[in-house]
């Protein structure tokens, strides 16, 4: 019964399609650009920070089960609240804005022919459909499409490692001090704080208590299998090659040649970040409708942004319709067996 | 607002709960009642078996008077017994009583040593067994002043259903279809599952046809919430002439225009019994012999009936082969021209070479290439389906050898295309019934439009709506990519996409069916004899 209610698991696995998807192409060439071949290690230390952040969102927003602007009562919120919603709604359209522009840049590269506008589109339009099918729909999407994300990651990771990988770049540990960790772990930070956008679904999860643990787990894996590609990409293209390119994960799947079939691999590790993006576009759109109706007073936040759009106009307008109620009472049960009740024998 | 939202959930989940706990109640009710003795009051002993068998239409109870002015009573279930046979061996013997029968005792003596001689008589004590009796196809006489009841044989003269489902073809496993008689269909299921807890709702729909329909499930197993959705679905069914199941799927989807059927359809009797027995609920309808299945999840559509009656790793097996048959079926098609248009550098040298010396002679896109020998499949396969066996046979292999070679040699396909068109097709065909095929063909095209404008990001992009769309479909409330998402692991191991040796099955908990297994750590029953692992 879609009543938009999600799971402590599937927030957890959507966080790290969060925190993972922009991150894994994008962040080894700054990172390293900053730290050098320590650049793991500051995806380490920027992991435990991020852990931290992912508990506090816990405790601020899953444990009240309250999303950000929501009234603690069953009052209007005050209008502290709704500037905070709306500044949450406008932090998940800037992040969905860059998202979109990650995509398309991205693929320009892969298919230059192909206008711009088709990738930023199809991405927009994407993420809008996944987050209109509503907000239980969209967080088992991301779980469906999950083990083919961690699947073509982790082989991706695994057939590159595999001969190609010289330990020695990855070594002295802390060449040049602490100092180039610690101005590389912002970065780190802010991926892993994107965890921040699932503070929407708060009041919407069915045991968030068990989140307490899930979420920081989640932030966890995320910075491993980060830390694991950034290791990767310097311990096969070398830390000056990585810090150079600008999508150091592509260049690390060329270099992998898995079968006679497939020559190169690298559109198949996009295919998969691909659909992640997808589902991160819908989480952010679909966060930024309810952020935006909700406290507004338009409607309880529902199910994502067509239920968000069919509420407009809010319900002040005088030609404003109410919506049949979803919910029906039952009748059950009939007449038990002991009782002498009518016979369970209907007609219509 | 939100506030006064969560107390609604809140109250709306612990009326879901009470009504789950109140079945419970009554199948605990119910399985108490069983074990009582039979009253010496007719009524009182007629009354309670009509409560326990939850008040059955097809429970037909014949009152009569004897010669010595006892009243007897004969109860059967209406298809399991044959008319005449009831008529010759027990009214028929009941209607000769002699007077000196008069006291409930003397009719008693009478009926197990004079009256009924001729049939296999035996005394009952308890409504257990006799509910248990009536599904085998027993009739039950019960005499006015005798706390027992006599129950009589009958079911030896019984047969099996007429013919096996074209639809749903088996190599192992039983033969038997339904047919378009309903109480036929009803008494073939509660001959499998012979138990009092086996509820059996009637319904009439359509406004003119007034077809006459069953809504049956087990009461404890099924959850109630489902029971009452779908009554409720039924009773909204405005149609005027209502002739099959199908009819009464689209009032019971909740998305009718989804392509992805979202109720799994069976002619089997064994099918019915065994989603009965795992707590679904089974809509039949009186002209047609095709049965509806609620809630069902996609890995129903990829399941075949003798996935139970073969060997879990052969079973398993299968199932992985389909679910990558419908992959390839799907996106296989729409990646090789993406692939082809967009992404060369994926393929070896050698294989792009072959592919691009194929496509040389061709004069149109790849993508109307696709599309010629897709629809022109689709074409023979219809026009295959209308047509006597044995036409349809030759049209076949015309349109596959002579057709296909044809097309080749004059340059207006390439080979690697048709080999393509042809292991997608077969790909589709793989899958158990025909209707589950049609939504992946229609969403090969879409796919094949997408992969050959953007690539693999049109094919990215179409697959991941698909997927959005499949997480959010369900069925009477249930999601349909359950066990999957919601993540329950065991239970897709253990019944969805694999299936593992029936000892290791969990015992289904009430209203835990597959969609909502959790929780469960009681080891199943040892297997059903005849029945492999």
């Known amino acids: ?348 | 607002m939100e506030g006064s939202n969560r107390l609604h959930r809140l109250s709306r989940e612990i009326g879901e709960r009470a009504a789950r706990l109140s079945a419970l109640l009554d199948a605990w009710a119910a399985d108490r009642a069983a074990e009582r003795a039979i009253p010496p009051q007719l009524a009182h002993a007629v009354h309670a078996l009509r409560a326990l068998l939850g008040f059955a239409s097809d429970l037909q109870v014949r009152h009569l008077r004897l010669a010595g002015e006892i009243q007897v009573a004969v109860v059967v279930i209406d298809g399991l017994v044959d008319d005449q046979l009831i008529h010759h061996v027990v009214l028929a013997p009941l209607a000769r009583a002699p007077q000196s029968a008069c006291t409930p005792e003397a009719v008693q003596r009478w009926l197990l040593h004079r009256g009924l001689e001729g049939a296999q008589l035996r005394p009952a004590g308890n409504f257990r067994e006799l509910a248990r009796e009536l599904h085998r196809g027993s009739a039950v006489v019960l005499v006015d002043g005798v706390p027992l009841a006599l129950v009589i044989d009958l079911s030896g003269f019984e047969h099996r259903l007429p013919e096996e489902p074209a639809s749903e073809v088996v190599t192992r496993g039983p033969r038997e279809g339904f047919t378009e008689v309903l109480r036929t269909n009803v008494a073939a299921v509660r001959r499998r599952l012979a138990d009092h807890r086996l509820r059996v709702e009637s319904f009439t729909v359509g406004r003119l046809s007034h077809s006459r329909g069953a809504l049956l499930y087990v009461l404890g197993q099924a959850d109630p919430l489902v029971v009452e959705r779908l009554r409720r679905r039924l009773a909204a069914v405005t149609l005027d002439a209502v002739v099959d199941t199908a009819q009464l799927v689209s009032y019971l989807s909740g998305r009718p225009w989804s392509p992805f059927l979202q109720y799994r359809s069976t002619e089997r009797p064994d099918v019915c019994a065994a989603a009965l027995a795992q707590g679904q609920v089974v809509v039949m309808l009186d002209g047609t012999p095709f049965a509806v299945i609620a809630p069902s999840t996609f890995w129903d559509l990829l399941h075949s009936p003798e996935d139970y009656y073969l060997r879990w790793p052969f079973s398993s097996a299968m199932r992985v082969l389909r679910l990558a048959s419908v992959l390839f079926s799907v996106g296989g098609l729409a990646l090789y021209v993406a692939v082809v248009n967009y992404h060369h550098e994926l393929v070896p040298t050698n294989l792009l070479v072959t592919i691009v010396n194929s496509r040389a002679p061709v004069p149109y896109p790849t993508l109307m290439e696709a599309l010629i020998l897709n629809l022109g499949f689709d074409l023979l396969r219809e026009a295959g389906a209308r047509m006597p066996q044995g036409i349809g046979g030759a049209l076949t292999v015309v349109g596959a050898l002579v057709v296909g070679d044809a097309m080749v040699r004059g340059g207006l396909a390439s080979a690697p295309m048709i080999v393509l068109v042809a292991v997608s097709a077969v790909a589709t065909l793989a899958l158990p019934t025909f209707a589950v095929t049609v939504p992946f063909r229609l969403l090969s095209y879409l796919l094949l439009v997408l992969g050959s404008t953007f690539g693999l990001f049109g094919v990215a992009v179409g697959a991941t709506v698909i997927a959005g769309h499949l997480a959010s479909l369900e069925s009477a409330g249930k999601p349909f990519l359950a066990p999957m998402t919601p993540w329950r692991g065991r239970a897709l191991l253990e019944d969805a996409l694999s299936r593992l040796p029936w000892t290791k099955h969990r015992v289904p908990g009430p209203f835990l069916s597959r969609q909502d297994a959790r929780g469960q750590g009681e080891r199943g029953p040892t297997p059903p004899r005849g029945v492999e692992g």
């Open chain 1, 1 to 348: 019964m879609n009543r938009g209610i999600v799971e402590p698991v599937q927030v957890a696995v959507n966080a790290i399609v969060v925190v993972t998807t922009a991150a894994l192409l994008y962040e080894p060439g700054p990172l390293v650009a900053r730290a050098g071949h320590d650049a793991w290690l500051a995806v380490l230390v920027g992991t435990a920070l991020s852990v931290a952040f992912a508990w506090g969102v816990w405790a601020a927003y899953f444990r009240p089960e309250r999303a950000p602007g929501e009234p603690a009562g069953a009052g209007r919120p005050s209008w502290t609240g709704r500037l905070l919603a709306l500044a949450f709604a406008a932090y998940a359209i800037y992040m969905g804005v860059l998202l979109v522009a990650q995509v398309a840049m991205t693929f320009t590269t892969v298919l230059p022919e192909m206008p711009i506008a088709a990738f930023a589109a199809g991405t927009a339009l994407t993420g809008w459909m996944l987050s209109a099918y509503g907000r239980e729909a969209l967080y088992r999407t991301g779980q469906l499409l999950f083990p083919l994300m961690v699947l073509a990651s982790v082989a991706n990771l695994a057939v590159s490692l595999a001969g190609n990988v010289d330990s020695r770049e990855l070594l002295p540990l802390l060449e040049a001090g602490p100092e180039r960790i610690l101005r590389a772990v912002p970065l780190v930070f802010a991926f892993g704080s994107e965890v921040l956008v699932l503070a929407a679904a708060a009041g919407a999860v069915r045991a968030p208590w068990r989140l307490a643990l899930f979420l920081p787990v989640a932030v966890t894996l995320s910075g491993l299998l980060m830390a694991a590609y950034t290791a990767a990409a310097v311990g096969v293209l070398g830390s000056h090659e990585v810090a150079r390119s600008t999508f150091p994960v592509l260049a690390l799947a060329r270099q992998v040649r898995v079968s006679l079939f497939l020559l190169r691999v690298e559109i198949l590790t996009l295919f998969a970040w691909l659909t992640g993006t997808f589902v991160k576009e819908g989480l952010l759109l679909s966060a930024a409708a309810e952020s935006i109706t909700g406290p507004w007073d338009w409607e309880p936040a529902g199910n994502g942004p067509s239920r968000a759009w069919r509420r407009w106009p809010p319900p002040c307008w005088p030609w404003r319709v109410s919506p049949t109620p979803s919910s029906c009472s039952t009748t059950w049960p009939g007449p038990s067996p002991l009782s002498p009740g009518r016979p369970r024998r209907f007609s219509w």
